[in-house]
Every structure is written in C-alpha cells, then in structure tokens.
C-alpha cells in the first residue's frame, strides 16, 4: 500500500503510530482504567491497530476495537492482523454514515483522510455539512475532511474520552480552523499539540501535528511540545502550559509567551501593512502552463501582439526586489514562461493561436472547473497589473517587489495598490526588519521543504514600522540586499527603522535572535541557508 495523494491517505509511519499509542499507555497506566472501547474511524494500511497489537499494557485492557475504512482492501488487510481482543470489529463504509455504540468510545484514535471539500462528491459535501448543522456550525466551516472527523469523533467520545489524531499542521495556525481550535479548548480538559519541524508524509505538501484532547485529566490545560525524529516518545518532549488565550490561534506555539511579550512590545506603535495598502490576489489563468508561455512559443505562434509580460514564480527574481526591464529581460532570455496569451479577439482569434486554444480544448481545459464558468472558456478575467506585488510563498527572502514594467502576475502574488499618499518604495523598504519578519513567521503556515505562505488577510496584519525615505536610501537598500546575506540586510534595516519606531537595542538584539530561531528551524528542512 502507498500514499494516494486522491483520497488523502497519507499513511502514518509506524514508528510514529507506536509512540502516540504508548502515549496513551502511559495516560491510561495512570488511571488504571480497563474495559475499554476503542475506535479507529479510518484503519488505513492498519498502522494503529498494528501499534495496538504490539502494546499489550493497552491490548490487555481493550475489550472492543472498532474500525472503519470506506476501502475494502484496507478493511481486509487489518482483520488480519493478530489481536487478543474479545470484540474486533472492522466495518466497510463511508464515517459520515457509520453510527457506532450508543454507549461511546473511551480511545478514538488515527489518522484521518485529508482532503478538500472541492475534491469530494456533493453527496458527501452535503452529509459533511448536515452533520456540521447538528454541531451549531456554519456550512462554510467545512473545508476538509480531516476537520469533519474529529469534529464526528469528538461526538462519539465518552464523558471521560481521548481523542489522539495526527493531523496536518494547518490545524495549529490556519484562520478557518479557527473554529475548531476554539471548540477543542471548550470541551475538552486537556489538550496537547505536538508540533513536528521535521516529519511530513511523502507526497504529502505540508508537515503534520499529533494532537491529544482528553475529557478529564487531573492536570488540566493546553500543552504543546515538539515532536523530534518522527516520534512523540515522552522522554524527548518538553510540555509548556499555555494560557487558552491562543485558542483562535495558536501559532504563537513557535515562541514562548515571554518572546510574545516581545514582539508586542517592539511592534506597539507600529501599523498594519492594511492602513497604507490594498492587496488582492493576481491574475488565475487556471492552466498556467497553457497560458504563460515562453518566448520561443510566442514566436511560433506569431503572438506578439497577443501576450502581456508575467511573472508566476517569485524564484524567477532572484533576489531583485525591483521588477525593471533588466530584470524582465533576463527571465525572458532565461526561457523561463514570462508572456500571458491575451489580448486577441475572442470570437475570431488569428490562426496560430486559434489551432493552439483548438489543442486546448484536445487537452480538454475547457472543461476544467473554472474554464466551464468563462465565456470563452478561454478568456481569463482580472487582468490589471499594480505597481508592487508581494509573492505570498517565501522561501528565505519575502519578495515584497516595486513593480516598474507593469508586468503581470498570477496568483502566486498579491496585487499591491498604495493608499492615497503613501509611498510604496518607502513601504517596501520600512517591511524588512526583524519584528515584521517574527510576525509573518508567526501568522503563516509553514509547507514541507521549509516554504512559508502568507493568505491575503495574513499579509495585510502584518506590522510595519513604515519611514518614508528617499529614492537614494530605496536604491541603496534594494543594492544591499542583492549583494549580502538576508540576515546581514535585515540588522541594517533595523538599526535604521527600529530606534525610529522606539524599540531599545536590547529589544532589538532579542528580536533579532527570535527570528534567527524561527528562520533556522523552518528553513533548515528545505536546507536553505538561513
């Protein structure tokens, strides 16, 4: 069996599932409980059943385990594995349908599917939301299929429960998991997050976080860890308590409350990038590969007259954070794709292109999602360009970049339109520094490899201790940052903002320190120098 990327299942390593499930033993030692009732609602390639198999201080006391899968090969593959269970159970069907015992589980436990409701069935999108109506939640609170599970578990869970998932690390920091996060700090006791830096499922694009949520414990409160080399054993975590403040976001995790008082208070006085800016997102061509071709095809199109200048990868600039026709030409010679097909008549395109879009449709794009919704399904809308863009996936250096050919961008970009007054190379130049940079860190999600996202929203948060300068001091910065290290650049950047902004050096110092440590520990996965 192997991870299958279609229907979510990215299989948890057993190594991990061991040491999550003598977690557990360790929990459930402590209470001398027995006689319990365990669920798995998604068995998978079976890697926790196998874990329950192996533990015996837990299998001894398992009187029912219950598993479900909607496959039935991995059904069949787990009533095969050896277990000293009275009742084992293993039922084919789809969760959103499976009813469970009336009287509850004591353990639920696993690693559920995720998948976006833009993948599934409306048969299933429609049972997924019902079953979220029953919750006292908003349809749109269903986006995937991993928050549907726990919310369905957590209602199967007794009075006195554990829930043990491994879920994707969105759940730590995204806006629309806000929900969930709030609602597992009201009804649950305890609950712990262990982070991992290190460990993500191959295929999978972003890192995972295991997470524990008991109805009672004597030790109550919210806990968070690190998970190191792909397991949760108790002797390699360090568990802080932290104040339920963070329920609707708990990002701040990456730092200790006393770096949080930091940052609060190197960055009071400072505004969010919000008040000086608008930022929307770039143009979605929805088959960029299709539409943003390279010279070369430009050429045996005969389109020149037919393309508008793009960029779609903020790694096209190196470290330029102007975008001039230097820096356009040298994509363009490159080979890189750099031309949007646009502009032509849409009833009678020229010959070339009308065999290219006929190819198209061979290819069947006209009948992709967005294309089916245009008329012609060819005719991307929202072209405009803005005099600075921001690229919302950051590797090491954030692109925030003055836009001086008017070149487009897809949407790996936010469009940036000044506010009435305010100058954009001034803004650019006050958002490089280290406590603006601490504060992307935290507000992000973070990819397998090291990449950092920003949303729209979370972009327009972000603090800024703006300075208007000259051109001269813009030039300059924009020369230094291609010729030195980002850190380098970025103490430059503070020793001229911050004092202006009244943050002391000692704050100065530490905050520099902070986002050093988050840099290192994030980047050191995709191994880019930090």
Same mark, same amino acid.
């Given at each position: 069996?192997?991870?299958?990327?279609?229907?979510?299942s990215?299989f948890?390593?057993?190594p991990?599932a061991?040491?999550?499930?003598?977690?557990?033993?360790?929990?459930?030692?402590?209470?001398k409980?027995?006689?319990?009732?365990?669920?798995?609602?998604?068995?998978?390639?079976?890697?926790?059943?196998?874990?329950?198999?192996?533990?015996?201080?837990?299998?001894?006391r398992?009187?029912?385990?219950h598993?479900?899968?909607?496959?039935?090969?991995?059904?069949?593959?787990?009533?095969?594995i050896?277990?000293?269970?009275?009742?084992?159970?293993?039922?084919?069907?789809?969760?959103i349908?499976f009813?469970?015992?009336e009287s509850?589980?004591?353990i639920?436990?696993?690693?559920?599917p995720y998948?976006s409701?833009?993948?599934?069935?409306?048969?299933?999108?429609?049972?997924?939301?019902?079953?979220f109506?029953?919750?006292g939640?908003?349809?749109?609170?269903?986006?995937?299929l991993?928050?549907?599970?726990?919310?369905?578990?957590a209602?199967?869970?007794?009075d006195?429960?554990?829930?043990?998932?491994?879920?994707p690390?969105?759940?730590v920091?995204?806006?629309?998991?806000?929900?969930l996060?709030s609602?597992?700090?009201r009804?649950?006791?305890?609950?712990?997050?262990?982070?991992?830096?290190?460990?993500?499922?191959?295929?999978?694009?972003?890192?995972v976080?295991?997470?524990f949520c008991?109805?009672?414990?004597d030790?109550?409160?919210?806990?968070v860890?690190?998970?190191?080399?792909?397991?949760?054993?108790?002797?390699?975590?360090?568990l802080?308590?932290?104040?339920?403040?963070?329920?609707?976001?708990?990002?701040?995790?990456?730092?200790s409350?006393l770096?949080?008082?930091?940052?609060?208070?190197?960055?009071?006085?400072?505004f969010?990038v919000?008040?000086?800016?608008?930022?929307v997102?770039?143009?979605?061509?929805?088959?960029?590969d299709?539409?943003?071709?390279?010279?070369?095809?430009?050429?045996?199109l005969?389109?020149?007259?037919?393309?508008?200048?793009?960029v779609s990868?903020s790694?096209?600039?190196?470290?330029d954070?102007?975008l001039?026709?230097?820096v356009?030409n040298?994509?363009v010679?490159?080979?890189?794709?750099?031309?949007?097909?646009?502009g032509?008549?849409?009833?009678?395109p020229?010959t070339?292109?009308?065999?290219?879009?006929?190819?198209?449709e061979?290819?069947?794009?006209?009948?992709?999602?967005?294309m089916?919704?245009?008329?012609?399904w060819?005719? *991307?809308?929202?072209?405009w360009? =803005? @005099? +600075?863009?921001?690229?919302?996936?950051?590797?090491? #250096? !954030?692109?925030?970049?003055?836009?001086?050919?008017a070149?487009?961008?897809?949407?790996?970009?936010y469009r940036?339109?000044?506010?009435?007054?305010v100058?954009?190379?001034?803004?650019?130049?006050?958002?490089?520094?280290?406590?603006?940079?601490?504060a992307?860190?935290?507000?992000?999600?973070?990819?397998?490899?090291?990449?950092?996202?920003?949303?729209?929203?979370?972009f327009k948060?972000?603090?800024v201790?703006?300075s208007?300068?000259s051109?001269?001091?813009?030039?300059?910065?924009v020369?230094? *940052?291609?010729?030195?290290?980002? =850190? @380098? +650049?970025?103490?430059?950047?503070?020793d001229?903002? #911050? !004092?202006?902004a009244?943050v002391?050096n000692?704050?100065?110092?530490a905050?520099?320190?902070?986002?050093?440590e988050?840099?290192?520990?994030?980047?050191?996965?995709?191994?880019?120098k930090p």
């Amino acid at each position: 069996m192997v991870n299958d990327k279609k229907t979510g299942s990215f299989f948890t390593p057993d190594p991990l599932a061991v040491s999550i499930v003598n977690h557990l033993a360790l929990t459930l030692n402590a209470s001398k409980q027995s006689s319990l009732a365990v669920l798995e609602p998604s068995v998978g390639n079976g890697a926790f059943v196998t874990a329950l198999s192996k533990t015996k201080t837990i299998q001894n006391r398992v009187s029912i385990l219950h598993g479900v899968d909607i496959e039935p090969a991995f059904v069949d593959a787990c009533e095969d594995i050896a277990l000293t269970v009275p009742e084992v159970r293993f039922f084919r069907e789809d969760f959103i349908d499976f009813q469970g015992r009336e009287s509850g589980y004591d353990i639920i436990i696993g690693n559920p599917p995720y998948v976006s409701y833009k993948h599934l069935s409306a048969e299933k999108v429609n049972g997924a939301r019902a079953i979220f109506n029953e919750n006292g939640l908003a349809k749109g609170d269903f986006r995937n299929l991993w928050t549907l599970f726990l919310l369905k578990s957590a209602s199967l869970l007794k009075d006195d429960g554990i829930m043990a998932f491994v879920l994707p690390k969105e759940v730590v920091y995204v806006n629309h998991a806000g929900w969930l996060r709030s609602r597992l700090l009201r009804d649950f006791t305890r609950v712990e997050v262990f982070v991992f830096d290190e460990l993500h499922f191959e295929h999978a694009v972003q890192d995972v976080a295991v997470i524990f949520c008991y109805r009672n414990h004597d030790s109550a409160g919210f806990y968070v860890g690190e998970g190191k080399g792909g397991s949760i054993n108790p002797s390699d975590l360090r568990l802080i308590e932290i104040d339920k403040f963070y329920g609707s976001k708990w990002s701040q995790f990456k730092i200790s409350d006393l770096d949080n008082g930091l940052l609060s208070r190197c960055t009071t006085g400072f505004f969010p990038v919000q008040k000086y800016c608008i930022a929307v997102a770039g143009i979605v061509p929805a088959a960029n590969d299709f539409f943003v071709i390279d010279a070369s095809k430009v050429e045996e199109l005969e389109a020149k007259s037919f393309v508008r200048k793009i960029v779609s990868k903020s790694n096209y600039l190196g470290k330029d954070l102007v975008l001039n026709d230097q820096v356009m030409n040298r994509i363009v010679d490159a080979g890189l794709p750099a031309f949007l097909l646009t502009g032509y008549d849409f009833d009678e395109p020229p010959t070339g292109i009308s065999e290219y879009l006929k190819a198209g449709e061979d290819l069947a794009l006209d009948q992709r999602y967005k294309m089916v919704r245009r008329n012609p399904w060819h005719r *991307i809308p929202g072209i405009w360009s =803005s @005099d +600075a863009v921001f690229f919302k996936r950051i590797g090491e #250096l !954030p692109k925030f970049v003055l836009n001086d050919v008017a070149a487009l961008v897809t949407d790996t970009a936010y469009r940036v339109t000044a506010l009435e007054g305010v100058d954009l190379r001034s803004l650019i130049f006050s958002f490089y520094n280290s406590a603006t940079m601490v504060a992307a860190e935290l507000q992000g999600r973070t990819y397998g490899g090291g990449v950092l996202e920003l949303t729209p929203n979370e972009f327009k948060r972000l603090p800024v201790p703006f300075s208007r300068v000259s051109e001269t001091e813009f030039q300059e910065f924009v020369a230094h *940052i291609k010729t030195h290290s980002f =850190s @380098d +650049a970025l103490a430059r950047q503070d020793d001229y903002l #911050l !004092p202006r902004a009244g943050v002391s050096n000692a704050d100065i110092a530490a905050i520099q320190q902070v986002r050093h440590e988050l840099y290192v520990k994030r980047l050191k996965k995709g191994k880019i120098k930090p």
